[in-house]
Nanobody, 124 residues
Framework: QVQLVESGGGLVQAGGSLRLSCAAS????????MGWFRQAPGKEREFVAA????????LYEDSVRGRFTISRDNAKNAAYLQMNSLKAEDTAMYYC?????????????????WGQGTQVTVSS
């Protein structure tokens, strides 16, 4: 089992920045690729970014590429999502998730472990 807890969400003006954190406990964190997903009210869960277990490979959803940065610190059992130049359409509940296999990283169904989510609200 891997337990995940997100933090760092909040209310920010458009153009601002937030840094989400995902603290992991349980099994060896460094074995698990990590992903960030988001879900807005009335919309489907959406892939945001993923990072492989070593941190050497990352993927981004097209609308966040260049604005968001995913990273991890295996020594601290944590993953992060740095979000810059935030837009109103980034408003959603953000979830971190862990999977045993990096591919297919964009598919939420392959992630077996999820946090409870942290709300990000961007005012325009």
């Amino acid at each position: 089992q891997v337990q995940l807890v997100e933090s760092g969400g909040g209310l920010v003006q458009a153009g601002g920045s937030l840094r989400l954190s995902c603290a992991a406990s349980g099994r060896t964190f460094s074995n698990y690729p990590m992903g960030w997903f988001r879900q807005a009210p009335g919309k489907e869960r959406e892939f945001v970014a993923a990072i492989n277990s070593s941190g050497g490979r990352v993927l981004y959803e097209d609308s966040v590429r260049g604005r968001f940065t995913i990273s991890r610190d295996n020594a601290k059992n944590a993953a992060y999502l740095q979000m810059n130049s935030l837009k109103a359409e980034d408003t959603a509940m953000y979830y971190c998730a862990a999977t045993e296999n990096f591919w297919p990283a964009r598919n939420w169904s392959v992630y077996g472990y999820w946090g409870q989510g942290t709300q990000v609200t961007v005012s325009s």
